[in-house]
């Protein structure tokens, strides 16, 4: 059951609105609306609309479910998509958005990932299992298992699997971009 009184004193508490100004704006008396918003009476649609024209909320978004933010992920979640001649596995499916996109880079021995072109925003790494190679233009760095990297996104580059074994790295990009 919505409790449509509590509602109506969040949303004009966020306006910062006393319980007086709000009766004076919907020429309404200041005891109507203690008791709306104690729940003791219940208001006809022509009022409420009325008490929500100006609070500036909708009958829609007024009885709107909220939508729960979903704070915790499953392997059910997650994706797989090619990148390179490696794979992506994405983390957070919605991550489109979000300000952040992470994903795990799966690269076999010599394998490398897609060519990464300049973008506003930044990279961060953390290689989860293996050794890899960043390689950025004519410069290239050597990253090993429980090493990171971060760099800003106008550099073009790729990562690549320079060991012997699979390498694994926690890739993150804000905003989202993969």
């Known amino acids: 059951m919505i409790e449509i009184g509590r509602k109506i004193k969040q949303y004009r508490l966020q306006l ?3 319980q007086e100004e709000l009766a004076q704006r919907t020429e309404l008396t200041k005891g109507y609306i203690s008791q709306l918003e104690n729940d003791l009476c219940s208001p006809s649609i022509a ?3 009325d008490i929500l024209n100006v609070l500036g909320v909708t009958l829609q978004e007024f009885f709107a479910e909220p939508k729960r933010e979903q704070v915790v992920y499953t392997p059910e979640d997650y994706f797989v998509s090619d990148n390179g001649s490696g794979t992506s596995t994405w983390l ?3 991550s489109q958005v979000k300000q952040m996109e992470p994903i795990i880079l799966t690269l076999k021995s010599g394998e490398q990932s897609s060519e990464r072109y300049p973008f506003e925003g930044e990279e961060f790494g953390y290689v989860l299992e293996g050794r890899l190679e960043l390689v950025a233009g004519d410069e290239i760095y ?3 298992k429980g090493q990171s990297f971060s760099l800003a996104g106008r550099r073009q580059h790729t990562l690549r699997n320079s060991g012997e074994t699979e390498c694994k790295v926690l890739w993150v990009t804000t905003p989202s971009n993969f």
């Open 92 to 94: 957070i499916p919605d």
């Open 47 to 49: 009022t409420l609309e």
């Open 16 to 18: 910062d609105l006393t």
């Open 142 to 144: 050597a990253i090993d």
